[in-house]
Protein backbone atom coordinates (compact mmCIF):
# COMPACT_ATOMS: atom_id res chain seq x y z
CA UNK A 1 0.00 0.00 0.00
CA UNK A 2 1.02 3.50 -0.61
CA UNK A 3 1.27 6.42 1.79
CA UNK A 4 -1.42 7.47 0.12
CA UNK A 5 -4.26 5.18 0.79
CA UNK A 6 -4.82 4.42 4.28
CA UNK A 7 -6.70 0.94 5.28
CA UNK A 8 -9.45 0.80 7.75
CA UNK A 9 -10.34 -2.47 9.43
CA UNK A 10 -13.80 -3.85 8.15
CA UNK A 11 -17.28 -3.79 10.32
CA UNK A 12 -19.80 -6.91 9.81
CA UNK A 13 -23.31 -5.20 8.94
CA UNK A 14 -26.09 -5.92 11.60
CA UNK A 15 -28.66 -8.57 9.80
CA UNK A 16 -31.78 -6.92 9.20
CA UNK A 17 -33.76 -9.31 7.43
CA UNK A 18 -36.96 -7.66 6.15
CA UNK A 19 -39.95 -9.55 7.01
CA UNK A 20 -43.00 -10.38 5.04
CA UNK A 21 -45.63 -7.97 4.66
CA UNK A 22 -49.01 -8.38 2.73
CA UNK A 23 -49.08 -4.87 0.99
CA UNK A 24 -46.33 -4.34 -0.73
CA UNK A 25 -45.93 -2.32 -3.40
CA UNK A 26 -45.06 -4.55 -6.64
CA UNK A 27 -43.05 -7.10 -4.54
CA UNK A 28 -43.14 -10.14 -5.32
CA UNK A 29 -45.34 -12.96 -2.73
CA UNK A 30 -45.03 -16.55 -2.24
CA UNK A 31 -46.57 -19.09 -4.95
CA UNK A 32 -48.76 -20.69 -2.28
CA UNK A 33 -50.55 -17.22 -1.05
CA UNK A 34 -50.85 -16.24 -5.02
CA UNK A 35 -52.67 -20.06 -5.28
CA UNK A 36 -54.84 -19.40 -2.16
CA UNK A 37 -55.94 -15.92 -3.09
CA UNK A 38 -56.46 -17.09 -7.15
CA UNK A 39 -58.85 -19.79 -5.45
CA UNK A 40 -60.27 -17.65 -2.58
CA UNK A 41 -61.94 -14.97 -4.98
CA UNK A 42 -63.81 -17.73 -6.65
CA UNK A 43 -65.17 -19.54 -3.72
CA UNK A 44 -66.03 -16.02 -2.30
CA UNK A 45 -67.83 -15.25 -5.71
CA UNK A 46 -69.82 -18.71 -5.34
CA UNK A 47 -71.00 -18.09 -1.86
CA UNK A 48 -72.04 -14.89 -2.33
CA UNK A 49 -74.26 -16.35 -5.90
CA UNK A 50 -75.47 -19.22 -3.22
CA UNK A 51 -76.33 -16.98 -0.80
CA UNK A 52 -78.40 -14.64 -3.57
CA UNK A 53 -79.96 -17.33 -4.51
CA UNK A 54 -81.24 -18.51 -1.20
CA UNK A 55 -82.28 -15.17 -0.67
CA UNK A 56 -85.33 -14.87 -3.27
CA UNK A 57 -84.30 -11.39 -4.11
CA UNK A 58 -85.15 -13.05 -7.37
CA UNK A 59 -87.24 -15.76 -8.53
CA UNK A 60 -86.24 -19.01 -8.40
CA UNK A 61 -86.22 -19.62 -12.42
CA UNK A 62 -84.68 -15.92 -12.79
CA UNK A 63 -81.73 -16.93 -10.54
CA UNK A 64 -80.76 -20.60 -9.88
CA UNK A 65 -77.77 -21.16 -7.84
CA UNK A 66 -74.80 -22.75 -9.00
CA UNK A 67 -75.65 -25.98 -8.12
CA UNK A 68 -78.49 -25.90 -10.34
CA UNK A 69 -76.78 -24.35 -13.02
CA UNK A 70 -73.82 -27.18 -13.19
CA UNK A 71 -76.45 -29.34 -13.15
CA UNK A 72 -77.94 -27.71 -16.52
CA UNK A 73 -74.40 -28.07 -18.10
CA UNK A 74 -74.18 -31.53 -17.24
CA UNK A 75 -77.53 -32.28 -19.13
CA UNK A 76 -76.73 -30.05 -22.41
CA UNK A 77 -73.73 -32.15 -22.95
CA UNK A 78 -75.40 -35.47 -22.20
CA UNK A 79 -78.64 -35.13 -23.75
CA UNK A 80 -78.75 -31.83 -25.79
CA UNK A 81 -75.96 -32.60 -27.70
CA UNK A 82 -73.92 -29.53 -26.40
CA UNK A 83 -70.77 -30.42 -27.48
CA UNK A 84 -71.65 -30.32 -30.98
CA UNK A 85 -72.33 -26.38 -30.24
CA UNK A 86 -69.39 -25.46 -28.13
CA UNK A 87 -67.18 -27.19 -31.21
CA UNK A 88 -68.98 -25.17 -34.14
CA UNK A 89 -68.14 -21.95 -31.63
CA UNK A 90 -64.60 -22.75 -31.60
CA UNK A 91 -64.42 -23.63 -35.17
CA UNK A 92 -65.71 -20.30 -35.72
CA UNK A 93 -63.64 -18.31 -34.27
CA UNK A 94 -60.70 -20.27 -35.23
CA UNK A 95 -60.84 -20.12 -38.52
CA UNK A 96 -61.97 -17.00 -38.65
CA UNK A 97 -59.25 -16.23 -36.48
CA UNK A 98 -56.69 -18.20 -38.62
CA UNK A 99 -58.06 -15.67 -41.60
CA UNK A 100 -56.95 -12.46 -39.88
CA UNK A 101 -54.26 -13.39 -38.28
CA UNK A 102 -53.04 -14.78 -42.63
CA UNK A 103 -53.98 -11.00 -43.25
CA UNK A 104 -52.67 -9.23 -41.23
CA UNK A 105 -49.44 -10.26 -39.63
CA UNK A 106 -47.52 -9.73 -42.64
CA UNK A 107 -49.20 -6.68 -43.58
CA UNK A 108 -48.42 -5.14 -40.27
CA UNK A 109 -45.10 -6.34 -40.41
CA UNK A 110 -45.04 -4.54 -44.07
CA UNK A 111 -46.79 -1.39 -42.61
CA UNK A 112 -44.51 -1.18 -39.58
CA UNK A 113 -40.71 -2.08 -41.57
CA UNK A 114 -41.86 0.80 -44.25
CA UNK A 115 -43.59 3.79 -44.11
CA UNK A 116 -43.97 4.05 -47.67
CA UNK A 117 -46.43 1.13 -46.77
CA UNK A 118 -47.88 1.88 -43.86
CA UNK A 119 -48.28 5.94 -45.45
CA UNK A 120 -50.82 3.98 -48.41
CA UNK A 121 -52.41 1.80 -46.13
CA UNK A 122 -52.63 3.24 -42.46
CA UNK A 123 -55.74 6.00 -43.30
CA UNK A 124 -57.71 3.31 -44.56
CA UNK A 125 -57.16 0.84 -41.15
CA UNK A 126 -57.78 3.42 -38.64
CA UNK A 127 -61.03 4.54 -40.26
CA UNK A 128 -62.20 0.86 -40.54
CA UNK A 129 -60.79 0.58 -36.45
CA UNK A 130 -63.57 3.10 -35.84
CA UNK A 131 -66.09 1.45 -37.01
CA UNK A 132 -68.05 -0.95 -34.42
CA UNK A 133 -68.05 -4.22 -36.02
CA UNK A 134 -72.12 -5.05 -35.00
CA UNK A 135 -72.88 -2.47 -37.33
CA UNK A 136 -71.74 -4.59 -39.89
CA UNK A 137 -74.82 -7.39 -39.12
CA UNK A 138 -77.71 -6.04 -40.97
CA UNK A 139 -75.56 -5.65 -44.37
CA UNK A 140 -73.81 -8.96 -43.46
CA UNK A 141 -77.04 -11.00 -42.50
CA UNK A 142 -78.47 -9.54 -45.97
CA UNK A 143 -75.29 -10.71 -48.07
CA UNK A 144 -74.41 -13.87 -46.48
CA UNK A 145 -77.78 -14.99 -44.99
CA UNK A 146 -77.69 -16.62 -41.42
CA UNK A 147 -74.96 -19.25 -42.10
CA UNK A 148 -71.93 -19.33 -41.57
CA UNK A 149 -69.82 -17.23 -43.60
CA UNK A 150 -71.99 -14.16 -42.27
CA UNK A 151 -70.41 -15.20 -38.59
CA UNK A 152 -66.90 -15.60 -39.97
CA UNK A 153 -67.39 -12.35 -41.97
CA UNK A 154 -68.44 -10.68 -38.47
CA UNK A 155 -65.41 -12.04 -36.55
CA UNK A 156 -63.12 -11.25 -39.26
CA UNK A 157 -64.16 -7.47 -39.38
CA UNK A 158 -64.36 -7.10 -35.62
CA UNK A 159 -60.40 -7.93 -35.01
CA UNK A 160 -58.07 -7.61 -37.92
CA UNK A 161 -58.13 -3.77 -38.26
CA UNK A 162 -57.16 -3.79 -34.25
CA UNK A 163 -54.34 -6.57 -35.19
CA UNK A 164 -52.92 -5.02 -38.11
CA UNK A 165 -52.27 -1.95 -36.39
CA UNK A 166 -50.79 -4.00 -32.99
CA UNK A 167 -48.40 -5.89 -35.20
CA UNK A 168 -47.34 -3.07 -37.12
CA UNK A 169 -46.73 -0.79 -34.11
CA UNK A 170 -44.70 -3.83 -32.19
CA UNK A 171 -43.07 -3.92 -35.32
CA UNK A 172 -42.19 -0.60 -35.59
CA UNK A 173 -40.43 -0.85 -32.23
CA UNK A 174 -37.58 -3.30 -32.99
CA UNK A 175 -34.58 -1.44 -32.21
CA UNK A 176 -33.01 0.18 -34.76
CA UNK A 177 -29.59 -0.19 -33.69
CA UNK A 178 -30.55 -4.33 -34.38
CA UNK A 179 -31.53 -3.35 -38.01
CA UNK A 180 -28.50 -1.33 -38.26
CA UNK A 181 -26.27 -4.28 -37.04
CA UNK A 182 -27.70 -7.29 -39.62
CA UNK A 183 -27.52 -4.22 -42.32
CA UNK A 184 -23.64 -3.02 -41.18
CA UNK A 185 -23.27 -6.96 -41.75
CA UNK A 186 -24.10 -7.07 -45.53
CA UNK A 187 -27.89 -7.75 -44.83
CA UNK A 188 -30.14 -7.06 -48.10
CA UNK A 189 -33.32 -5.47 -47.46
CA UNK A 190 -35.13 -9.30 -47.90
CA UNK A 191 -32.14 -10.63 -45.26
CA UNK A 192 -32.95 -7.80 -42.71
CA UNK A 193 -36.82 -8.39 -42.77
CA UNK A 194 -37.00 -11.83 -42.46
CA UNK A 195 -33.54 -12.26 -40.04
CA UNK A 196 -33.94 -9.10 -37.83
CA UNK A 197 -37.39 -7.88 -38.18
CA UNK A 198 -39.77 -10.54 -38.13
CA UNK A 199 -38.04 -12.48 -35.15
CA UNK A 200 -37.80 -9.50 -32.98
CA UNK A 201 -41.35 -8.14 -33.43
CA UNK A 202 -42.91 -11.76 -33.61
CA UNK A 203 -43.20 -12.66 -29.23
CA UNK A 204 -45.26 -9.80 -28.99
CA UNK A 205 -47.06 -10.00 -32.14
CA UNK A 206 -47.76 -13.35 -30.55
CA UNK A 207 -49.19 -11.35 -27.49
CA UNK A 208 -51.64 -9.20 -29.91
CA UNK A 209 -53.03 -12.56 -30.67
CA UNK A 210 -53.89 -13.62 -27.73
CA UNK A 211 -55.34 -10.49 -26.73
CA UNK A 212 -57.61 -10.16 -30.11
CA UNK A 213 -58.58 -14.12 -29.94
CA UNK A 214 -60.31 -12.80 -26.27
CA UNK A 215 -62.16 -9.97 -28.70
CA UNK A 216 -63.15 -12.41 -31.18
CA UNK A 217 -64.51 -14.77 -28.74
CA UNK A 218 -66.93 -11.41 -27.81
CA UNK A 219 -67.97 -11.34 -31.24
CA UNK A 220 -68.78 -15.14 -31.40
CA UNK A 221 -71.54 -14.41 -28.76
CA UNK A 222 -72.77 -11.72 -30.73
CA UNK A 223 -72.75 -13.13 -33.95
CA UNK A 224 -74.54 -16.03 -32.71
CA UNK A 225 -76.73 -14.85 -30.45
CA UNK A 226 -78.19 -12.31 -33.32
CA UNK A 227 -79.19 -15.14 -35.62
CA UNK A 228 -77.96 -18.68 -35.68
CA UNK A 229 -79.04 -22.30 -35.62
CA UNK A 230 -76.06 -23.56 -34.01
CA UNK A 231 -73.57 -22.50 -31.74
CA UNK A 232 -73.00 -21.77 -27.72
CA UNK A 233 -74.87 -18.60 -28.64
CA UNK A 234 -77.82 -20.01 -30.45
CA UNK A 235 -78.07 -22.65 -27.40
CA UNK A 236 -78.82 -19.66 -25.26
CA UNK A 237 -81.13 -17.58 -27.39
CA UNK A 238 -83.14 -21.22 -27.38
CA UNK A 239 -82.88 -21.96 -23.68
CA UNK A 240 -84.14 -17.90 -23.51
CA UNK A 241 -87.40 -18.87 -25.33
CA UNK A 242 -88.22 -21.46 -22.99
CA UNK A 243 -87.22 -19.25 -19.81
CA UNK A 244 -84.24 -22.23 -19.02
CA UNK A 245 -81.96 -19.08 -17.38
CA UNK A 246 -79.63 -22.35 -16.14
CA UNK A 247 -79.16 -23.21 -19.41
CA UNK A 248 -78.01 -19.71 -20.52
CA UNK A 249 -76.02 -19.11 -17.44
CA UNK A 250 -74.06 -22.77 -18.02
CA UNK A 251 -73.50 -20.96 -21.85
CA UNK A 252 -71.87 -18.19 -20.29
CA UNK A 253 -70.00 -20.21 -17.90
CA UNK A 254 -68.28 -22.27 -21.12
CA UNK A 255 -67.41 -19.59 -23.05
CA UNK A 256 -65.47 -18.25 -19.99
CA UNK A 257 -64.24 -21.40 -19.33
CA UNK A 258 -63.10 -21.96 -23.42
CA UNK A 259 -61.81 -18.22 -23.12
CA UNK A 260 -59.42 -18.77 -20.41
CA UNK A 261 -58.53 -22.34 -21.65
CA UNK A 262 -57.17 -20.39 -24.94
CA UNK A 263 -55.83 -18.42 -23.14
CA UNK A 264 -53.61 -20.44 -21.03
CA UNK A 265 -52.60 -22.28 -24.63
CA UNK A 266 -51.40 -19.08 -25.53
CA UNK A 267 -49.70 -18.06 -22.82
CA UNK A 268 -47.99 -21.43 -22.83
CA UNK A 269 -47.22 -21.23 -26.54
CA UNK A 270 -45.52 -18.12 -26.05
CA UNK A 271 -43.35 -19.49 -23.19
CA UNK A 272 -42.45 -22.44 -25.09
CA UNK A 273 -41.60 -21.14 -28.60
CA UNK A 274 -39.85 -17.62 -26.85
CA UNK A 275 -37.67 -19.35 -24.06
CA UNK A 276 -34.81 -17.22 -24.86
CA UNK A 277 -36.75 -14.20 -24.05
CA UNK A 278 -35.40 -12.12 -20.24
CA UNK A 279 -39.14 -12.58 -18.78
CA UNK A 280 -38.61 -16.67 -18.89
CA UNK A 281 -35.54 -16.87 -17.19
CA UNK B 1 1.60 7.29 -44.14
CA UNK B 2 0.05 8.36 -46.96
CA UNK B 3 0.70 5.40 -48.64
CA UNK B 4 -0.82 3.07 -45.98
CA UNK B 5 -3.89 5.52 -45.80
CA UNK B 6 -7.46 3.09 -45.75
CA UNK B 7 -10.06 5.00 -45.42
CA UNK B 8 -10.39 8.57 -45.89
CA UNK B 9 -12.84 11.27 -44.93
CA UNK B 10 -12.42 14.81 -46.71
CA UNK B 11 -14.80 17.86 -46.44
CA UNK B 12 -17.75 16.24 -45.31
CA UNK B 13 -20.78 18.37 -43.90
CA UNK B 14 -23.80 17.14 -42.34
CA UNK B 15 -26.83 18.92 -41.86
CA UNK B 16 -29.78 17.57 -40.11
CA UNK B 17 -33.42 18.17 -42.30
CA UNK B 18 -35.55 19.93 -39.14
CA UNK B 19 -38.75 21.99 -39.22
CA UNK B 20 -36.91 24.99 -38.15
CA UNK B 21 -34.57 24.96 -41.11
CA UNK B 22 -31.97 22.14 -39.89
CA UNK B 23 -29.28 21.36 -37.55
CA UNK B 24 -25.70 21.91 -39.12
CA UNK B 25 -24.06 18.52 -36.96
CA UNK B 26 -20.67 18.58 -39.05
CA UNK B 27 -18.81 21.72 -40.71
CA UNK B 28 -15.75 20.34 -42.90
CA UNK B 29 -14.15 17.31 -41.47
CA UNK B 30 -11.39 15.83 -43.04
CA UNK B 31 -9.07 12.81 -41.29
CA UNK B 32 -7.80 9.81 -42.92
CA UNK B 33 -7.46 6.07 -40.58
CA UNK B 34 -4.54 4.34 -41.72
CA UNK B 35 -4.26 0.43 -42.27
CA UNK B 36 -4.00 -1.62 -38.78
CA UNK B 37 -4.02 1.72 -36.63
CA UNK B 38 -6.74 2.23 -33.81
CA UNK B 39 -8.31 5.82 -34.31
CA UNK B 40 -10.66 7.76 -31.46
CA UNK B 41 -12.91 9.98 -32.62
CA UNK B 42 -12.97 11.86 -29.45
CA UNK B 43 -14.58 14.99 -28.29
CA UNK B 44 -17.94 16.15 -25.89
CA UNK B 45 -21.24 14.83 -26.35
CA UNK B 46 -23.14 16.14 -29.14
CA UNK B 47 -20.15 17.24 -31.71
CA UNK B 48 -21.47 14.98 -34.19
CA UNK B 49 -18.95 11.50 -33.78
CA UNK B 50 -21.80 9.09 -33.64
CA UNK B 51 -23.06 11.31 -37.12
CA UNK B 52 -19.64 11.24 -38.32
CA UNK B 53 -19.19 7.47 -37.60
CA UNK B 54 -22.69 6.55 -38.91
CA UNK B 55 -21.47 8.10 -42.41
CA UNK B 56 -18.35 6.26 -42.59
CA UNK B 57 -20.86 3.08 -42.03
CA UNK B 58 -23.01 3.99 -44.68
CA UNK B 59 -25.86 4.46 -42.78
CA UNK B 60 -26.12 8.46 -43.26
CA UNK B 61 -25.45 10.02 -46.61
CA UNK B 62 -23.45 13.39 -45.68
CA UNK B 63 -24.81 16.53 -46.99
CA UNK B 64 -21.36 17.51 -48.81
CA UNK B 65 -17.77 15.77 -48.75
CA UNK B 66 -16.52 12.04 -50.03
CA UNK B 67 -15.59 9.30 -47.99
CA UNK B 68 -13.64 6.17 -49.82
CA UNK B 69 -12.06 3.08 -48.23
CA UNK B 70 -9.34 1.84 -50.18
CA UNK B 71 -9.72 4.37 -52.39
CA UNK B 72 -13.61 2.91 -53.36
CA UNK B 73 -15.92 5.71 -52.36
CA UNK B 74 -18.28 4.78 -49.91
CA UNK B 75 -22.21 4.77 -50.81
CA UNK B 76 -24.29 2.94 -48.11
CA UNK B 77 -23.79 0.08 -45.59
CA UNK B 78 -21.49 -2.69 -46.71
CA UNK B 79 -19.96 -5.58 -45.23
CA UNK B 80 -16.44 -4.22 -45.47
CA UNK B 81 -17.28 -1.56 -43.08
CA UNK B 82 -18.19 -3.56 -39.37
CA UNK B 83 -19.96 -1.66 -37.29
CA UNK B 84 -20.48 -2.24 -33.04
CA UNK B 85 -22.94 -0.14 -31.45
CA UNK B 86 -23.41 0.95 -27.61
CA UNK B 87 -26.17 -0.69 -26.92
CA UNK B 88 -26.87 -4.09 -27.30
CA UNK B 89 -27.04 -5.80 -30.50
CA UNK B 90 -26.91 -9.62 -29.98
CA UNK B 91 -29.77 -11.22 -31.56
CA UNK B 92 -31.48 -12.90 -28.18
CA UNK B 93 -33.12 -15.38 -30.08
CA UNK B 94 -30.07 -16.77 -31.50
CA UNK B 95 -27.14 -18.39 -28.93
CA UNK B 96 -23.64 -17.10 -29.14
CA UNK B 97 -22.10 -19.18 -31.64
CA UNK B 98 -25.09 -18.33 -34.16
CA UNK B 99 -24.52 -15.06 -33.20
CA UNK B 100 -21.49 -14.71 -34.31
CA UNK B 101 -22.18 -16.79 -37.73
CA UNK B 102 -25.07 -14.67 -38.53
CA UNK B 103 -22.85 -11.85 -40.30
CA UNK B 104 -21.15 -14.50 -42.49
CA UNK B 105 -24.23 -16.65 -42.74
CA UNK B 106 -25.69 -13.73 -44.75
CA UNK B 107 -22.72 -13.57 -47.11
CA UNK B 108 -22.91 -17.03 -47.88
CA UNK B 109 -20.06 -18.45 -46.32
CA UNK B 110 -20.36 -22.48 -46.00
CA UNK B 111 -20.94 -23.77 -43.13
CA UNK B 112 -17.70 -25.63 -42.00
CA UNK B 113 -16.05 -22.54 -42.71
CA UNK B 114 -18.09 -20.06 -40.59
CA UNK B 115 -18.05 -22.59 -38.13
CA UNK B 116 -14.65 -22.38 -37.93
CA UNK B 117 -14.29 -18.78 -37.93
CA UNK B 118 -16.99 -18.51 -35.79
CA UNK B 119 -15.19 -20.63 -32.86
CA UNK B 120 -11.51 -18.82 -33.62
CA UNK B 121 -13.23 -15.70 -32.89
CA UNK B 122 -15.33 -16.90 -30.05
CA UNK B 123 -12.78 -18.32 -28.63
CA UNK B 124 -10.49 -14.77 -28.78
CA UNK B 125 -13.03 -12.90 -27.37
CA UNK B 126 -12.77 -15.55 -24.04
CA UNK B 127 -16.70 -16.72 -24.64
CA UNK B 128 -15.44 -20.69 -25.58
CA UNK B 129 -17.87 -22.00 -22.36
CA UNK B 130 -20.79 -19.87 -23.29
CA UNK B 131 -20.83 -20.40 -26.90
CA UNK B 132 -24.43 -22.72 -26.72
CA UNK B 133 -25.73 -19.64 -24.07
CA UNK B 134 -28.69 -17.32 -25.10
CA UNK B 135 -27.78 -13.77 -24.78
CA UNK B 136 -30.37 -13.37 -21.48
CA UNK B 137 -27.63 -15.37 -19.86
CA UNK B 138 -24.59 -13.08 -20.60
CA UNK B 139 -23.16 -9.91 -18.60
CA UNK B 140 -23.12 -6.50 -20.65
CA UNK B 141 -19.62 -6.95 -21.28
CA UNK B 142 -20.16 -10.43 -22.55
CA UNK B 143 -22.93 -9.43 -24.98
CA UNK B 144 -20.58 -6.53 -26.36
CA UNK B 145 -17.51 -9.27 -26.98
CA UNK B 146 -20.23 -11.04 -28.74
CA UNK B 147 -20.82 -7.83 -30.96
CA UNK B 148 -17.31 -7.31 -31.50
CA UNK B 149 -16.61 -11.37 -32.40
CA UNK B 150 -19.28 -11.60 -34.77
CA UNK B 151 -17.79 -8.15 -36.58
CA UNK B 152 -14.53 -9.96 -37.17
CA UNK B 153 -16.17 -13.08 -37.89
CA UNK B 154 -17.42 -11.26 -40.92
CA UNK B 155 -13.59 -9.70 -42.00
CA UNK B 156 -14.64 -6.37 -42.57
CA UNK B 157 -11.94 -4.08 -43.56
CA UNK B 158 -12.55 -1.55 -40.58
CA UNK B 159 -14.10 -2.14 -37.75
CA UNK B 160 -16.37 0.89 -35.97
CA UNK B 161 -17.00 1.05 -32.90
CA UNK B 162 -19.28 3.59 -31.42
CA UNK B 163 -18.68 4.07 -27.21
CA UNK B 164 -18.94 0.00 -27.60
CA UNK B 165 -18.09 0.21 -23.52
CA UNK B 166 -20.34 3.28 -22.85
CA UNK B 167 -22.82 1.11 -20.87
CA UNK B 168 -20.28 -0.86 -18.97
CA UNK B 169 -19.22 -0.79 -15.01
CA UNK B 170 -15.78 1.10 -14.72
CA UNK B 171 -13.84 -2.84 -14.28
CA UNK B 172 -15.78 -4.49 -16.73
CA UNK B 173 -14.62 -1.05 -18.99
CA UNK B 174 -11.05 -1.88 -18.24
CA UNK B 175 -11.18 -5.72 -19.29
CA UNK B 176 -13.13 -4.75 -22.40
CA UNK B 177 -10.38 -2.12 -22.88
CA UNK B 178 -7.34 -4.44 -22.46
CA UNK B 179 -8.96 -7.11 -24.73
CA UNK B 180 -9.14 -4.71 -27.52
CA UNK B 181 -5.89 -3.78 -27.75
CA UNK B 182 -4.71 -7.84 -27.43
CA UNK B 183 -7.00 -8.34 -30.27
CA UNK B 184 -5.64 -5.37 -32.31
CA UNK B 185 -2.05 -7.22 -31.48
CA UNK B 186 -3.44 -10.70 -32.49
CA UNK B 187 -5.21 -9.97 -35.70
CA UNK B 188 -4.87 -7.73 -38.70
CA UNK B 189 -7.55 -4.73 -37.43
CA UNK B 190 -8.31 -1.37 -38.38
CA UNK B 191 -10.22 0.49 -35.94
CA UNK B 192 -12.21 3.68 -35.88
CA UNK B 193 -14.23 4.04 -32.26
CA UNK B 194 -15.63 7.08 -31.04
CA UNK B 195 -15.96 7.83 -27.17
CA UNK B 196 -16.29 10.88 -25.21
CA UNK B 197 -14.18 9.13 -22.42
CA UNK B 198 -10.53 10.61 -22.19
CA UNK B 199 -8.56 8.44 -20.29
CA UNK B 200 -10.04 5.57 -23.03
CA UNK B 201 -9.06 7.47 -25.83
CA UNK B 202 -5.23 7.85 -24.24
CA UNK B 203 -5.33 3.77 -23.60
CA UNK B 204 -6.83 2.39 -26.69
CA UNK B 205 -5.52 4.89 -29.61
CA UNK B 206 -2.83 5.23 -31.80
CA UNK B 207 -4.02 8.44 -32.84
CA UNK B 208 -7.10 10.80 -31.21
CA UNK B 209 -9.36 13.09 -33.88
CA UNK B 210 -10.52 15.87 -31.75
CA UNK B 211 -13.80 17.40 -32.86
CA UNK B 212 -15.32 20.73 -31.44
CA UNK B 213 -18.71 21.26 -30.94
CA UNK B 214 -22.09 23.11 -32.82
CA UNK B 215 -21.05 22.16 -35.66
CA UNK B 216 -18.85 19.41 -35.07
CA UNK B 217 -15.36 20.44 -36.63
CA UNK B 218 -12.28 18.78 -36.63
CA UNK B 219 -9.96 20.68 -33.79
CA UNK B 220 -6.83 18.84 -33.88
CA UNK B 221 -5.14 15.19 -34.47
CA UNK B 222 -3.23 14.16 -32.05
CA UNK B 223 -0.43 11.50 -32.31
CA UNK B 224 -0.11 9.63 -28.61
CA UNK B 225 4.11 9.84 -29.26
CA UNK B 226 4.62 8.95 -26.10
CA UNK B 227 3.61 5.86 -26.37
CA UNK B 228 5.16 4.74 -29.24
CA UNK B 229 7.34 1.51 -28.56
CA UNK B 230 5.93 0.83 -25.14
CA UNK B 231 4.28 -2.42 -24.32
CA UNK B 232 0.57 -1.69 -23.06
CA UNK B 233 -1.08 -4.23 -21.49
CA UNK B 234 -3.15 -2.79 -18.80
CA UNK B 235 -4.75 0.37 -17.77
CA UNK B 236 -1.46 0.27 -14.80
CA UNK B 237 1.27 0.20 -17.79
CA UNK B 238 -0.52 3.32 -19.15
CA UNK B 239 -0.90 5.24 -15.60
CA UNK B 240 2.76 4.76 -14.94
CA UNK B 241 4.48 5.70 -18.59
CA UNK B 242 5.89 8.55 -18.79
CA UNK B 243 3.59 11.74 -20.30
CA UNK B 244 0.50 10.12 -19.70
CA UNK B 245 -0.50 13.04 -16.96
CA UNK B 246 0.32 15.64 -19.64
CA UNK B 247 -1.31 14.44 -22.30
CA UNK B 248 -4.50 13.60 -20.12
CA UNK B 249 -4.09 17.32 -18.87
CA UNK B 250 -3.46 18.52 -22.44
CA UNK B 251 -7.18 16.65 -23.63
CA UNK B 252 -9.12 17.61 -20.97
CA UNK B 253 -7.98 21.10 -21.48
CA UNK B 254 -9.39 20.79 -24.70
CA UNK B 255 -12.53 19.47 -23.62
CA UNK B 256 -13.27 22.03 -21.17
CA UNK B 257 -12.28 25.25 -23.69
CA UNK B 258 -14.95 23.19 -25.54
CA UNK B 259 -17.49 23.54 -22.87
CA UNK B 260 -16.82 27.25 -21.98
CA UNK B 261 -17.08 28.11 -25.43
CA UNK B 262 -20.25 26.35 -25.41
CA UNK B 263 -21.45 28.40 -22.32
CA UNK B 264 -20.08 31.52 -23.74
CA UNK B 265 -22.11 31.23 -26.96
N1 LIG C 1 -31.42 12.30 -36.84
C1 LIG C 1 -31.11 13.54 -36.39
N2 LIG C 1 -31.92 14.58 -36.66
C2 LIG C 1 -31.61 15.82 -36.21
N3 LIG C 1 -30.52 16.13 -35.49
C3 LIG C 1 -29.68 15.13 -35.19
C4 LIG C 1 -29.93 13.78 -35.61
N4 LIG C 1 -28.91 13.00 -35.15
C5 LIG C 1 -28.09 13.81 -34.48
N5 LIG C 1 -28.53 15.10 -34.49
C6 LIG C 1 -27.86 16.27 -33.90
O1 LIG C 1 -26.55 16.30 -34.36
C7 LIG C 1 -25.66 16.64 -33.32
C8 LIG C 1 -24.59 15.58 -33.16
O2 LIG C 1 -25.17 14.40 -32.65
P1 LIG C 1 -24.33 13.07 -32.41
O3 LIG C 1 -23.63 12.71 -33.65
O4 LIG C 1 -25.25 12.05 -31.86
O5 LIG C 1 -23.29 13.53 -31.29
P2 LIG C 1 -22.31 12.67 -30.38
O6 LIG C 1 -22.35 11.26 -30.84
O7 LIG C 1 -20.97 13.31 -30.56
O8 LIG C 1 -22.77 12.81 -28.97
C9 LIG C 1 -26.48 16.86 -32.09
O9 LIG C 1 -26.70 18.22 -31.91
C10 LIG C 1 -27.76 16.14 -32.39
O10 LIG C 1 -28.85 16.78 -31.76
MG1 LIG D 1 -22.96 9.46 -29.80
Known sequence: MTQALRTLPATRAKDTRPKLRIFEFKSDIPASWRLTLGVAVW????????????????????????????????????????????????????????????????????????????????????????????????????????????????????????????????????????????????????????????????????????????VSWTYLVIAEITAADAGIGA?????????????????????????????????????????YLDEYS | MQSSTILSVQNVCKTFPTRGGGVEALRDVSFSVARNELCVLLGPSGC??????????GLHTPTSGTLSLEGRPIHGPARERGMVFQSYTSFPWLTVLENVEYGMKLNGIPKAERRERALHYIDLV???????????TLSGGMKQRVAIARTLANAPEILLMDEPYGALDAETRWHMQEMLLDIMRTTQTTILL??????????????IVFLSAHPGRLKTILELDFKKGKEIRSKEDLVELEGYPECEREIMHLMRNEAKQEEDA
Not at chain 1, 64 to 80: D, S
Not at chain 1, 82 to 100: C, K
Request: proline residues 5%; contains cysteine; charged residues 15%.
Open chain 1, 235 to 275: MMMRAKRFLHVDQIMAGILVIGLLGLIFDYLLRALHRRAFQ
Open chain 2, 126 to 136: HLTKFRDAYPK
Open chain 2, 194 to 207: VTHDIQEAIFLADR
Open chain 2, 48 to 57: GKSTLLNIVA
Open chain 1, 43 to 214: VLFFAIWQIAAWSGVMPAILLPGPGKVLTALYTLFTEQGFLGDVLISVWRVMFSFALACAVAVPLGILMGAFKSVEAFFSPFVSAWRYLPAPSFIPLLLMWFGAGDAQKLALLFIGVIWFLITLIADHTKAVPKDLINTSVTLGGSRWQVLRTVVVPAALPNIVIAMRQMLA
